[in-house]
Nanobody
């Protein structure tokens, strides 16, 4: 089993940066695929980025070139570096995990964090 706790959200001006962290505990972190989802008011939850056990990554088109997902297996942590933030990035960001990468991509994994709020506003 895995417990996920997100941190690093907050209020930032357009063009600014934030780094989200998701700390995992309770199991062997390295065997899990990880992802970040977000949900804005009135919108569906969407995949932002995902990273597989081997480090392969996927991003939604709207964040390509601006966001970077990474993982540090020694620290049991996955990160989302967000640069050049836009108001449309405002959402609650959720950490997601499963042993199967496809499950993470599809939002059908077994584990979710509680979410952290990101607000991009001037």
């Amino acid at each position: 089993q895995v417990q996920l706790v997100e941190s690093g959200g907050g209020l930032v001006q357009p063009g600014g940066s934030l780094r989200l962290s998701c700390a995992a505990s309770g199991s062997i972190f390295s065997i899990y695929a990880m992802g970040w989802y977000r949900q804005a008011p009135g919108k569906w939850r969407e995949l932002v980025a995902a990273i597989a056990r081997d480090g392969s990554t996927n991003y939604v088109d709207s964040v390509k070139g601006r966001f970077t997902i990474s993982r540090d297996n020694a620290k049991n942590t996955v990160y989302l570096q967000m640069d050049s933030l836009k108001p449309e990035d405002t959402a609650v960001y959720y950490c997601h995990a499963d042993r199967n990468y496809l499950n993470v991509i599809n939002g059908r994994g077994n584990y979710w964090g509680q979410g952290t709020q990101v607000t991009v506003s001037s």
